[in-house]
Antibody, heavy 124, light 110 residues
Framework: QVQLVESGGGVVQPGRSLRLSCAAS????????MYWVRQAPGKGLEWLAV????????YYADSVRGRFAISRDNSKKTLFLQMNSLRTEDTAIYYC?????????????????WGQGTLVTVSS | QPVLTQPPSASAAPGQRVTISCSGS????????VNWYQQLPGAAPKLLIY???RRPSGVPDRFSGSKSGTSASLAITGLQSLDEADYYC???????????FGGGTKVTVL
């Protein structure tokens, strides 16, 4: 079955870096755009970044642009989120999600499969 | 502050209908489709409605979506206790080149 499994979360000090991974299985990973979404404790969903199916196009939320980098390795069916210069307000559960449409355009897309999430806590 | 505006809460009795609104602008809901997500307590979000009014396989037809101009709505009919959850609308914003979410609506079954 289609599955996404995040890893790499943990406790990190402000200003440090962390790299999240999202392992995909059960579908042709290289056909779908992939997304990162986070949810701070007790708060709503916040979209962070998207990478196109082939890695050629990437977009970021203003809150993380310049600090976070999304990437993918289609040969390993894995999505990444490199997080630098972490702040206390980056504390959240981080979810990866798959786009609904193969080779779909971002403006038409939806997140049809989500991972279970990985918790990132930024604290001194 | 979320770009899309949703009421923080909505409620209705079992078996009744509840509607959740989502208000946007000419850069997001105006030209683009809206998607709705359901998040049960302690769980990851789940796609409920995509492309304004389409249900993924497995989503009951008690859930329906609509969009008109820069506003959208999600309706739940025959409300059940298992529908108690947070509901989020989302859409692509062409001015921001970003996906924008609503703040979420907590549905309570009275």
């Amino acid at each position: 079955q289609v599955q996404l499994v995040e890893s790499g979360g943990g406790v990190v000090q402000p200003g440090r870096s962390l790299r999240l991974s999202c392992a995909a299985s059960g579908f042709t990973f290289s056909n779908y755009a992939m997304y990162w979404v986070r949810q701070a404790p007790g708060k709503g969903l916040e979209w962070l970044a998207v990478v196109s199916y082939d890695g050629s196009n990437k977009y970021y939320a203003d809150s993380v642009r310049g600090r976070f980098a999304i990437s993918r390795d289609n040969s390993k069916k894995t999505l990444f989120l490199q997080m630098n210069s972490l702040r206390t307000e980056d504390t959240a559960i981080y979810y990866c999600a798959r786009g609904y449409f193969p080779f779909g355009e971002f403006l038409l897309d939806a997140f049809d499969t989500w991972g279970q999430g990985t918790l990132v806590t930024v604290s001194s | 502050q979320p770009v899309l505006t949703q009421p923080p809460s909505a409620s209705a009795a079992p078996g009744q209908r509840v509607t959740i609104s989502c208000s946007g602008s000419s850069s997001n809901l105006g030209p683009n489709t809206v998607n709705w997500y359901q998040q049960l307590p302690g769980a990851a979000p789940k796609l409920l409605i995509y492309a304004n009014n389409r249900r993924p396989s497995g989503v009951p037809d008690r859930f329906s979506g609509s969009k008109s101009g820069t506003s959208a709505s999600l309706a739940i009919t025959g409300l059940q206790s298992l529908d108690e959850a947070d509901y989020y609308c989302a859409a692509w914003d062409g001015s921001l080149n970003a996906v924008v979410f609503g703040g979420g609506t907590k549905v309570t079954v009275l």
